[in-house]
């Protein structure tokens, strides 16, 4: 086993945990541009506390995502408590935030031992078709739906969609640059839209179409595009190629009662379901 | 479903007619009605009857004639002036024609969009917003559509379709008010299969977010429209000869459309005077007064030629028109109505073939048929596709 990272940012959390009044920090994760502890409140509330380093991340982009998260409140999305600048003794600013802490891992640590039923499929689906129908409501689309970013509360098996890190306010001016190939996302996950950098097409069906891959691969272990023998980046070249699942998904799907997926994965926003509702009728 | 009554000039005592009945909802016409005039005709057109009134606030073409288009209330002053990508901007007007339509009492206004010079992604991002921040600003039940225009040409691509659709639909609105952009001219069918197949297509793929597509500015080519699902077709007095184009908002309001004609079923063609007699004389009166060209109008007009043989009617025939648009628009049910629509139009070609053969040649040069085979192109790729 691989030892655990070590925290770059130990010391300012301790600073901005003592200037927070929290307690009890221990350090969780560390990922491209964030630190998470986990720590306490006085009132004993467990809560991650994320520590992000200007030095690595887009400022309009974190303002967005701490605005976006700010303005959810949905069951089915992390919660935020708190967020700020903090100026630690390094004399460098730091953003903070003080999200729900999940303490039921993530969707890719259960799909690690086994394909969800198709049961668990529903129930999963429903639930975060309900985070997206709150994220439209806002006009907001997440872009970058996948079972990293899916986790669960200790105990509980309700997910809930965390990383807020690439949503797209539509209604304020886009933060991608038109002349960039690809638009933000992570491609294995990608809808055609996200994958052509087509901003125009990008809406909560986009969002639709992940958590379709998301969904495929819960119930087949494999991704819904993928045809035998094919490598993750030709898979992601036949959804770009605006291509139909594969055969072997869509019989799958049909078997297991959850033909609707195919439906989300359609290439065009158009062929989608139209609305969370009707979305939503399809796993109740 | 429901046809509508496109009001221009001088058209609102159209509204509620005799044998006008399937008229139930009508839109209105800022460019020819001062503010006060719109108030007044929705008060006569409620005491008339239970009429579904939308707004549709002709913002098309800024730099145009703009007839009485500056009095109202949400026109922007600075509409020449103005950077038209500003959010703000389109706040706005979208505020003002929210309060402007709220004071009428309308049922539903279409979004304001301009006439792009390009018709890319972008302008349909501008569409879609501006239709959500109307529907936001709407506060007293009155329905939002979304207006898609669409450019005619663009239309023959069929990857531009599902671009345009999935684009609109990304706003939830009540429906769809679809404009037809095109430099056909204004007295010639539209007679492109791959365009006509595109826009049937685009109709079908709106309908299929379960929110209503009404198609303005028709003529006889609602009978496609309906075909591809639409369930509103709108069609105005004038709009037997002309449909939406540019230079319609360039011209006199006085202008067009005074010729008389007759619409007949059997060659889904608008016919003058002397056709009519032409018809008969070379042994082809079946063809004349088929299915709902046969109306009330049609047999005022019919008496008029008897009785009072160099009388104008020019009015009767836009109410044979109208009247014939009204019920055939009924007839074509969706899922059913491709079938029929090929019924017609396979009926329609023979005619015009056996006219042909007889060397019966109508009044206008191009009043051939040569669009019903177009037609019936555009209605076998939209029913395989």
């Known amino acids: 086993?691989?030892?655990?990272?070590?925290?770059?940012?130990?010391?300012?959390?301790?600073?901005?945990?003592?200037?927070?009044?929290?307690?009890?920090?221990?350090?969780?994760?560390?990922?491209?541009?964030?630190?998470?502890?986990?720590?306490?409140?006085?009132?004993?509330?467990?809560?991650a506390l994320k520590i992000l380093d200007p030095s690595k991340c887009d400022l309009a982009r974190t303002s967005r995502e701490i605005e976006a998260l700010q303005r959810c409140d949905s069951p089915y999305i992390a919660k935020l408590f708190d967020s700020g600048t903090?100026?630690?003794?390094?004399?460098k600013d730091y953003f903070f935030a003080v999200e729900e802490f999940l303490d039921g891992g993530t969707l890719t640590d259960r799909l690690t031992t086994a394909a969800l039923s198709p049961d668990q499929v529903k129930s999963y689906a429903a639930c975060l078709v309900r985070a997206l129908d709150h994220l439209r409501s806002?006009?907001?689309?997440?872009?970058?739906?996948?079972?990293?970013?899916?986790?669960?509360?200790?105990?509980?098996?309700?997910?809930?969609?965390?990383?807020?890190?690439?949503?797209?306010?539509?209604?304020?001016?886009?933060?991608?640059?038109?002349?960039?190939?690809?638009?933000?996302?992570?491609?294995?996950?990608?809808?055609?839209?996200?994958?052509?950098?087509?901003?125009?097409?990008?809406?909560?069906?986009?969002?639709q179409f992940s958590l379709g891959i998301v969904l495929g691969i819960g119930l087949t272990g494999r991704h819904p595009f993928e045809r035998p023998g094919m490598t993750m980046p030709q898979t992601v070249g036949v959804v770009a190629a605006r291509q139909s699942c594969s055969n072997e998904f869509m019989q799958a799907a049909n078997d297991a009662g959850l033909a609707g997926i195919v439906q989300m994965l359609a290439p065009w926003p158009i062929h989608r379901y139209s609305s969370p509702r009707r979305l939503l009728e399809v796993f109740e | 479903m429901t046809a509508y009554l496109q009001m221009g000039s001088d058209t609102e005592n159209l509204v509620g007619e005799t044998d006008l009945e399937e008229f139930h909802g009508i839109v209105l016409s800022?460019?020819?009605?001062?503010?006060?005039?719109?108030?007044?005709?929705?008060?006569?057109?409620?005491?008339?009857?239970?009429?579904?009134?939308?707004?549709?606030?002709?913002?098309?073409?800024?730099?145009?004639?703009?007839?009485?288009?500056?009095?109202?209330?949400?026109?922007?002053?600075?509409?020449?002036?103005?950077?038209?990508?500003?959010?703000?901007?389109?706040?706005?007007?979208?505020?003002?024609?929210?309060?402007?339509?709220?004071?009428?009492g309308v049922n539903a206004v279409a979004s304001p969009a301009v006439l792009p010079n390009v018709w890319d992604p972008e302008y349909y991002t501008r569409c879609a917003d501006t239709a959500r921040r109307l529907r936001e600003s709407l506060t007293s039940g009155i329905n939002t559509l979304t207006t898609v225009m669409v450019d005619y040409n663009q239309m023959s691509d069929p990857n531009a379709v599902l671009r345009v659709a999935s684009i609109v639909s990304e706003t939830d609105?009540?429906?769809?008010?679809?404009?037809?952009?095109?430099?056909?001219?204004?007295?010639?069918?539209?007679?492109?299969?791959?365009?006509?197949?595109?826009?049937?297509?685009?109709?079908?793929?709106?309908?299929?977010?379960?929110r209503p597509v009404l198609v303005s500015h028709c003529s006889s080519d609602m009978l496609l429209f309906k075909a591809a699902g639409a369930a509103h077709c709108a069609t105005?007095?004038?709009?037997?000869?002309?449909?939406?184009?540019?230079?319609?908002?360039?011209?006199?309001?006085?202008?067009?459309?005074?010729?008389?004609?007759?619409?007949?079923?059997?060659?889904?063609?608008?016919?003058?005077?002397?056709?009519?007699?032409?018809?008969?004389?070379?042994?082809?009166?079946?063809?004349?007064?088929?299915?709902?060209?046969?109306?009330?109008?049609?047999?005022?007009?019919?008496?008029?030629?008897?009785?009072?043989?160099?009388?104008?009617?020019?009015?009767?025939?836009?109410?044979?028109?109208?009247?014939?648009?009204?019920?055939t628009e009924l007839a074509l049910p969706t899922p059913t109505a491709p079938?029929?629509?090929?019924?017609?139009?396979?009926?329609?070609?023979?005619?015009?073939?056996?006219?042909?053969?007889?060397?019966?040649?109508?009044?206008?040069?191009?009043?051939?048929?040569g669009w019903v085979r177009p037609w019936r192109q555009a209605l076998n790729r939209f029913v395989n596709s």
Request: hydrophobic share 40%; proline share 6%; charged share 20%.
């Open chain 2, 236 to 327: 105005g007095k004038f709009f037997n000869l002309r449909r939406f184009t540019r230079s319609r908002y360039e011209d006199p309001a006085t202008g067009g459309g005074q010729l008389p004609y007759w619409f007949e079923h059997s060659l889904v063609s608008f016919l003058r005077g002397p056709d009519l007699g032409r018809l008969t004389d070379a042994g082809f009166g079946s063809l004349i007064g088929v299915a709902a060209s046969s109306n009330y109008w049609s047999q005022r007009i019919r008496d008029q030629f008897a009785n009072e043989p160099g009388k104008a009617w020019v009015a009767l025939g836009w109410r044979q028109y109208l009247s014939w648009f009204g019920k």
């Open chain 1, 138 to 207: 806002l006009n907001l689309v997440h872009r970058d739906i996948k079972p990293d970013n899916i986790m669960f509360r200790l105990g509980a098996d309700l997910p809930v969609l965390v990383d807020f890190g690439l949503v797209r306010d539509l209604s304020a001016i886009s933060l991608t640059q038109t002349w960039l190939p690809q638009g933000p996302g992570t491609p294995y996950y990608a809808a055609p839209e996200q994958l052509h950098n087509d901003k125009a097409l990008i809406g909560w069906r986009t969002d």
């Open chain 2, 173 to 210: 609105t009540s429906g769809y008010y679809l404009v037809i952009d095109s430099t056909v001219e204004p007295r010639r069918e539209f007679s492109g299969e791959r365009e006509l197949a595109g826009i049937m297509n685009l109709v079908r793929q709106l309908e299929a977010t379960e």
């Open chain 1, 1 to 47: 086993m691989s030892s655990p990272p070590t925290p770059s940012h130990l010391a300012v959390a301790n600073e901005l945990a003592r200037a927070t009044n929290l307690n009890n920090l221990t350090f969780k994760a560390q990922g491209a541009f964030k630190e998470t502890f986990r720590a306490e409140t006085v009132h004993g509330t467990v809560v």
């Open chain 2, 30 to 104: 800022p460019v020819n009605r001062t503010p006060l005039e719109l108030g007044q005709d929705i008060s006569a057109f409620r005491r008339k009857g239970n009429f579904d009134v939308i707004m549709d606030p002709q913002l098309y073409v800024p730099d145009s004639e703009r007839g009485c288009l500056q009095e109202q209330t949400y026109f922007p002053s600075d509409i020449d002036t103005a950077d038209l990508t500003s959010d703000i901007w389109w706040s706005t007007l979208v505020d003002q024609l929210a309060s402007c339509a709220e004071s009428l």
């Open chain 2, 339 to 369: 079938s029929i629509l090929e019924g017609w139009l396979r009926s329609a070609e023979d005619n015009w073939i056996a006219l042909e053969d007889s060397n019966v040649l109508l009044d206008e040069p191009r009043n051939n048929g």
């Open chain 1, 86 to 91: 903090f100026h630690a003794s390094d004399g």
